[in-house]
């Protein structure tokens, strides 16, 4: 089941990729996704803001998907310590999907993303008194663009400063 | 503002059922019929008394117009150019000439007249065959004179009913989102208008986020998302009187709201801990019970109009799909098994079928099937659209669609688009802003 999930949401990526072949700025696109995405998940840094040194804001997530990536893990776990070393500051989950899902579907699963970075932080210690969930959906992306690289900007969950 | 439309009703002469016109719309129809729709006709001392409250030159032309405009938007007839017409609009009232009427091949011919009595506003109008050279229906109403579009749209629903066979559409009204800015900080207020895009207000001020709002069918009331304070909760709406308050007390987000078909009670999703599940509210003594638990996200419920079942979309299966349960919650079925993902379905009205919107290698369609799933037809197809609403006699979906930005993330757009249940007649509804999320309110006379 799982398997042929993977290989269904690599279909797709294909697919998204063949669309996109079939425009002008085939070569453009293929370039700027390749090292900042990696199956379909956002892996750059464009539209990353830092808690502080070392420690960014948000991970990001496959289509559909709300599973935290090695590198998400490795971002929360940073977070984590932060939280650890601030104990007075509380935070905001902000969970976020892409503009290819239907509008309440895409706000519980904005909501499910960020549940997924809450639970491993409470798994490294921070209790969940210091952290509230706040679903958008597909109300608030951060990249305007109709193209794969925009959608995995799009596809995360943002920590904010509650205080 | 129903309450304030007193609408006096009788039937002027009785009506011959027999052997005359009718207009299928169980079909897609590439033929409307062509009809005349004479200006109502109107006498000097009435005129000049419309004008002077209603700054209308003429509000008998006034109403016909909004009659033409609707009856032509609705695919389904095709009104003649009145300047091809042969008799004045206060003869064809007494008596057509059915020959002339004929000759410019019109099928049936609408007429009327208007006067203005006691502060009043009184319409009379006649539908008839022409090919027969019979009256088919009579009727007149008085009225406030501020009602004036109403009554256009009352005589429209009549004449659709007496030609179809069925209850019209046109005395409705539309809510939905207002969009303006970036695509990336879009501001989104609560907007209703007339069903034919006219009398566009604004019911919330741009402030906070909201989405998705659905007419009550039984009454003025209605039930949408608010992000107030940042949380995002189900709300209620009086759009008579203004006032709103929160759907229950849950701790966390509420969304994806409907109302039963009596109105007596919100079916909703509340998210916790990543699993959204389905609520009922009763209104009246407040008492929440839970219809779903899953681990799944379950949204977008939606009950049949007998009440007796709700339609929903699920990922229990992996992925986004449409179900179908009891309204307690139980006897659980799968009824979509396309290729692709299915969400947002909607009973319709007449209970036979469940409209959808749903994705399939990158492309969005609204489509309908029976609500076993069976029967599935696609409607649509574009690079975004959902969230489809039904009139209120079933024939009619209203959605919203997106458009695809350009390489530098320009160029977004959201608007409302209609389509008959037969794939035909597919029209964008203008709207003064970018417009999602629309809601189709029931007939506002009966």
């Given at each position: ?163 | ?109 609408i007429t009327g007249k208007v006067n203005y009595i006691d502060d009043k506003l009184r319409v009379e109008f006649r539908l008839w065959d022409v090919l027969a050279a019979k009256e088919m229906m009579a009727l007149a109403f008085t009225t406030v ?193 396309g290729n692709g993902l299915y969400g947002t379905p909607v009973w319709s009205p007449r209970g036979d079928l469940i409209a959808f919107t749903k994705l399939h290698k990158g492309k969005f369609y609204i489509g309908v099937m029976r609500t076993d799933g069976s029967g599935e037809r696609l409607l ?67």
């Amino acid at each position: 089941m799982k398997l042929n999930k993977i290989f269904k949401n690599t279909l797709l990526v294909l697919a998204a990729c063949l669309v996109l072949s079939a425009c002008a700025t085939k070569k453009e696109v293929a370039t700027d996704i390749q090292g900042q995405m990696q199956g379909d998940v956002y892996t750059g840094t464009d539209t990353v803001e830092y808690l502080a040194d070392g420690v960014p804001d948000r991970v990001f997530f496959a289509t559909n998907e709300s599973i935290l990536t090695t590198a998400s893990r490795e971002t929360l776990r940073a977070q984590a310590a932060w939280l650890r070393k601030n104990p007075n500051i509380n935070v905001v989950l902000e969970g976020h999907a892409d503009e290819r899902g239907t509008r309440e579907y895409n706000l519980a699963l904005g909501e499910r993303r960020a549940n997924a970075a809450k639970d491993y932080l409470m798994t490294y210690g921070i209790s969940s008194d210091r952290i509230t969930v706040l679903s958008y959906g597909k109300e608030r992306p951060v990249d305007s663009g109709s193209n794969p690289l925009a959608w995995s900007k799009n596809r995360r969950s943002v920590t904010v400063k509650a205080n | 503002m129903t309450k304030k439309f007193l609408v006096l009703l009788f039937i002027l002469l009785p009506i011959n059922a027999n052997a005359l016109i009718e207009v299928d719309i169980t079909r897609g129809n590439l033929n409307p019929l062509p009809l005349a729709v004479s200006p109502l006709s109107i006498d000097e001392e009435s005129r000049k008394g419309f004008e002077k409250i209603l700054k209308k030159e003429n509000i008998g032309s006034e109403i016909s117009n909004i009659v033409e405009n609707n009856l032509r938007t609705s695919g389904l007839f095709n009104p003649l150019d009145k300047k091809a017409f042969l008799q004045a609009p206060d003869i064809a009232n007494l008596k057509p000439r059915f020959e002339d009427w004929n000759l410019i091949k019109a099928q049936a011919l609408i007429t009327g007249k208007v006067n203005y009595i006691d502060d009043k506003l009184r319409v009379e109008f006649r539908l008839w065959d022409v090919l027969a050279a019979k009256e088919m229906m009579a009727l007149a109403f008085t009225t406030v004179p501020n009602n004036w579009r109403r009554v256009g749209h009352i005589i429209s629903d009549k004449v659709y009913e007496r030609l179809t066979g069925e209850k019209g559409y046109f005395d409705t009204r539309i809510i939905y989102v207002s969009e303006e800015g970036p695509k990336t900080q879009r501001i989104k207020k609560l907007a209703i208008m007339d069903q034919d895009g006219v009398n566009n207000k604004f019911l919330t001020l741009g402030n906070e986020l909201v989405l998705t709002p659905r007419f009550n069918p039984a009454s003025q009331m209605v039930t949408y998302l608010s992000y107030f304070k940042n949380m995002p909760r189900v709300y209620l709406l009086d759009i008579e009187t203004g006032t709103q308050e929160v759907v229950g007390d849950f701790p966390g987000m509420t969304f994806a709201p409907r109302f039963s078909p009596d109105g007596k009670k919100i079916i909703m999703s509340f998210a916790k801990d990543g699993k959204s599940d389905i609520y009922t509210m009763d209104l009246e003594n407040r008492i929440v019970e839970k219809i779903t638990n899953h681990p799944s996200i379950d949204t977008s419920p939606s009950y049949s109009p007998d009440g007796k079942y709700i339609t929903f979309n699920s990922d229990r299966s992996g992925y986004q799909q449409i179900y179908v349960m009891k309204n307690d919650g139980s006897d659980v079925k799968r009824i979509s098994f396309g290729n692709g993902l299915y969400g947002t379905p909607v009973w319709s009205p007449r209970g036979d079928l469940i409209a959808f919107t749903k994705l399939h290698k990158g492309k969005f369609y609204i489509g309908v099937m029976r609500t076993d799933g069976s029967g599935e037809r696609l409607l649509t197809e574009n690079y975004y659209q959902e969230a489809p609403s039904w009139s209120p006699n079933g024939r009619v979906l209203i959605f919203y669609r997106e458009t695809k930005t350009n390489s530098k993330g320009e160029g977004f757009s959201a608007k409302l688009w209609s389509i008959d249940l037969t794939g035909y007649n597919e029209r964008q509804i203008k709207t003064p802003t970018d417009a999602s999320d629309p809601s189709w309110s029931s007939l506002l006379s009966n």
